[in-house]
């Protein structure tokens, strides 16, 4: 009798999960992905990324075609002041499933269940949380300790009108935001420029 395998199952369709799903496509390991919310426009907003060093590895785990297509991904400034919001489809799986919430995981010697609230459940070899910050994954595996540690950070916001001709050097390094941290002082600092 011949064996079967059991895929990757990928709780979240975020950012991570979905690169992960990438990845893994890239090199032919099945998996399968679940995403909580109903569908792609569910949450009625994106989200940005600014990786600066972290760019070849990123690239690595996409296939040429949608390294290709990374410039579809761009901010655009005319669609943010018409007051648009993407969807752009990026990673185009057709292996997910939405509207899967995980209610409970079973941990066996070489497998895993997962159960979800609609009824339905998945075996896998390996599970995968990559449903954020409120994870039911984490919460499943870990019910004592799976609190998120609370960062010492604090934020301060202010907005400042410059002249064109001010903001000028800022504005060539990036026309819309630039980053980073000062190591003397472990501050990390934001700097956003938007025209009135």
């Known amino acids: 009798m011949a064996s079967t395998y059991t895929p990757i199952l990928i709780v979240g369709a975020g950012i991570s999960g979905l690169t992960l799903a990438q990845a893994l496509l890239k090199e032919g390991i099945p998996f399968q992905i679940v995403e909580q919310d ?3 426009l569910s949450r009625g907003a994106g989200w940005g990324l600014t990786i600066h060093w972290a760019l070849p590895a990123f690239l690595d785990l996409l296939p040429q075609e949608l390294q290709e297509r990374l410039p579809e991904t761009y901010v655009n400034k005319e669609a943010v002041n018409k007051g648009e919001i993407g969807n752009f489809a990026f990673y185009d799986l057709n292996s997910g499933e939405w509207s899967k919430r995980l209610a409970n995981l079973n941990i066996y010697d070489e497998s895993m269940s997962a159960h979800f609230d609609d009824g339905t459940s998945c075996m896998a070899d390996l599970v995968v949380g990559c449903d954020g910050i409120y994870s039911s994954v984490r919460r499943t595996c870990f019910p004592s300790s799976y609190q998120n540690y609370e960062l010492p950070i604090r934020m301060l916001g202010v907005g400042v009108p410059y002249s064109t001709s001010q903001v000028e050097k800022i504005r060539e390094l990036d026309p819309f935001f ?19």
């Open 38 to 40: 109903d569908s792609l």
């Open 178 to 196: 630039l980053h980073g941290s000062d190591p003397r002082s472990d501050a990390y600092l934001w700097f956003s420029c938007m025209s009135p």
